[in-house]
């Protein structure tokens, strides 16, 4: 096992992958050398609510949930990252959510300190506000979906989430099981299925499997989301 370097030093709960190259402090302009590797496996947890935060994540590759449990012991899911986005960002130091992956994810860890002590690039800086922006259209939007619309409304605004982002051809291969979906859009798992079922029947996406999806008529589902 590989020993930090201090400039990027880990969590306690966290550890270099074997054969981990440990990147020396980030040079000016460079978003990426002062990052650490970090594979976690499904449904491992990447941090969780309560901890001492510090360090952002990129995501390489699969997808993240980010979750809080309530008060009577029920989970609300408030986002999913996919590759590219940029997650952990706090007020203060601790972290008031939990980060989970769903399947094997890569991300790059940033000691949040060494990114905004070193005077940074004028492209560092776009990339990180835009990355920071579009979560907050994203929280957005979430908001507005778990405020406003009733059960077919929201899966199928979250159908529409999911093309936008994965950048696919109205195909879905859905990282995320129907539990999942469910705690995302504030709905029990029996309403999800039946509200997928509606969808099949009005012939609007056609499942393929539980987690195929394929969006047939894309002007109604936007019709239906609105």
Do not use: C
């Amino acid at each position: 096992m590989l020993t930090p370097n201090p400039a990027v030093d880990l969590p306690q709960n966290q550890v270099l992958p074997a054969r981990s190259v440990v990147p020396q402090p980030r040079d000016e302009g460079d978003f990426h050398t002062s990052s650490v590797p970090l594979n976690f496996a499904r449904n491992s947890e990447i941090f969780a609510e309560g901890e001492t935060a510090g360090y952002v994540y990129k995501i390489v590759s699969g997808v993240v949930r980010v979750s809080k449990l309530l008060p009577d012991g029920r989970r609300q899911i408030s986002a999913f990252h996919l590759p590219g986005d940029m997650f952990g960002f706090e007020v203060d130091d601790v972290h008031h959510v939990s980060a989970e992956a769903i399947g094997p994810v890569k991300v790059l860890a940033y000691r949040w300190q060494s990114l905004i002590s070193t005077t940074p690039s004028s492209s560092f800086v776009r990339e990180l506000l835009n990355r920071t922006m579009i979560g907050l259209r994203q929280t957005q939007d979430h908001l507005l979906l778990l405020g406003r619309k009733n059960a077919l409304e929201r899966l199928a605004a979250f159908l529409i989430e999911m093309v936008r982002r994965t950048g696919s051809d109205r195909s879905l291969q859905l990282a995320m099981p129907r539990h999942d979906i469910a705690d995302y859009l504030g709905l029990t798992l029996e309403t999800v299925s039946r509200m997928f079922a509606e969808l099949k029947d009005a012939g609007i996406i056609k499942l393929e499997s539980a987690r195929q999806v394929s969006v047939l008529d894309m002007q109604k589902l936007e019709a239906m989301a609105t």
